[in-house]
Every structure is written in structure tokens, then in C-alpha cells.
């Protein structure tokens, strides 16, 4: 056997995948006690605005917003301006004709989901998408549910199913890879300023300090 300096298959990265944020509005993180809501928003913001900045494709769904559940969070929406929202009457965005629609037109194998509330808004398409031959991914800390045990349970079902767990601020890092790719450098760790907690905070300070810089 033979190792080569090439990333593996199983690795994200920006034109291979498309990104599905599902129901990050106010009457669903109401009830979200696995996660403080401060930083459901945070990361939620980290994985949109990565999404956005390396032009992955990716589709914002709803339910029932005019009548019930409330807008989408403004730190998404702000970082796609003009993309229309998916809006449906289904728990299992799978079950939507329109979102099924853009997911056929877009035509990625390989699906990355976040959302509210991770045992019905997130267990429902994942395990659908399973179903028909999809790889799927969950980013499990921009997920919520009305518990802990809920969350937890809920994760566990689906990487029981083949579902592939990560990070809010793993599946960014995973979009860049490498600091040496100057072009998307800057925005990598702009948005980790922004929304990268501690990690955020030590990037300030190295770049404030001496002027760090990872890629050389």
C-alpha cells in the first residue's frame, strides 16, 4: 500500500455536496432546550455563511412561517440575500414535493442537513434520503431538540442508519482544508472571527498581535 498526499473520499468539500438548513425559526428554538439558543444562532451563522462564501448549494426550508413557526433566522437569510425559502406544511421535508424538486435540479449525491428539532425535522429526511441512496451528513451542534435525551437519541438513531456526524466549525474547516488556498483564506477565518467562539477570539489575537498567518 501506497500513501499519497490527496484527501479522502468521504471529506466535504464546497462542489460535492448540497447543504439543506431546515426550520431555524423562532416558535421551533422556543422549545430547544439541547443547545442555548445564543449558540444555535452562532453556529447556524458559521455553517450558512461558510456554505455561502465557498458557494455550496443550498436550500433554506420552512414550516409553516406566515402562520406559526416565524421567519427564518436573520443570520441565515442575510447570507444567502434573495434566496427564496421553501415553505412547508410537512414535518419531514423529504415529504415536500418543492424541496424534492430543487434537491432533483441541483442533482448532488452527497447531502449535509442542520435544523430544528433533530428527532422530526432532521430524523425524517435524513433516514428518507438513506432510503434512496443518498450519503447524508447531520452538522449535530447546528441541531436542537426539546432535550437532551431527544437530541442525543436522535443522533444515535441516524448514525445508527449511516448518517455521518460533524461540526458547525468542522464542516467549514473542512471546506477549506488547506490555509494555503489564499482565495478563500480570509473569508475562512473572517467568519471564524465572527462566529468561531475561542477559536475566533485566537485568531484576533494572533493576527492583532504578530500578524500570524496559517498559511505560511
Not at 498526499?5 to 430547544?32: R, W
Not at 435544523?115 to 435524513?126: K, Y
Not at 445508527?160 to 464542516?171: E, H, I, K, N, W
Request: a negative charge.
Amino acid at each position: 500500500m501506497n500513501a499519497t498526499p490527496t484527501p479522502g473520499n468521504l471529506l466535504v468539500s464546497p462542489n460535492d455536496h448540497t447543504l439543506i438548513m431546515i426550520d431555524f425559526q423562532s416558535q421551533m428554538a422556543f422549545a430547544t432546550k439541547s443547545i442555548d439558543a445564543v449558540l444555535l444562532r452562532n453556529n447556524a451563522a458559521l455553517v450558512a455563511n461558510a456554505a455561502a462564501g465557498f458557494g455550496v448549494s443550498t436550500v433554506l426550508t420552512t414550516v409553516a412561517e406566515k402562520t406559526f413557526s416565524g421567519p427564518m433566522f436573520s443570520e441565515i437569510t442575510d447570507a444567502f440575500p434573495g434566496q427564496a425559502l421553501l415553505d412547508r406544511t410537512s414535518m419531514n421535508t423529504w415529504e415536500d414535493a418543492a424541496v424534492i424538486e430543487e434537491v432533483n435540479r441541483i442533482d448532488r449525491k452527497r447531502l449535509v442537513f442542520c435544523g430544528l428539532w433533530t428527532s422530526v425535522c432532521i430524523v425524517g429526511p435524513t433516514l428518507s434520503a438513506l432510503d434512496q441512496g443518498f450519503e447524508v451528513y447531520v452538522i449535530a451542534d447546528a441541531c436542537g431538540d426539546v432535550s437532551d435525551e431527544a437530541h442525543e437519541r436522535a443522533m444515535d438513531r441516524m448514525v445508527q442508519a449511516g448518517v455521518r456526524p460533524m461540526t458547525s466549525l468542522q464542516y467549514m474547516l473542512e471546506l477549506q482544508r488547506d490555509w494555503a488556498r489564499t482565495e478563500s483564506y480570509e473569508m475562512t477565518t473572517g467568519i471564524a472571527r465572527k462566529f468561531g467562539g475561542a477559536y475566533g477570539l485566537g485568531i484576533i489575537y494572533a493576527k492583532s498581535m504578530f500578524g500570524a498567518s496559517e498559511g505560511h
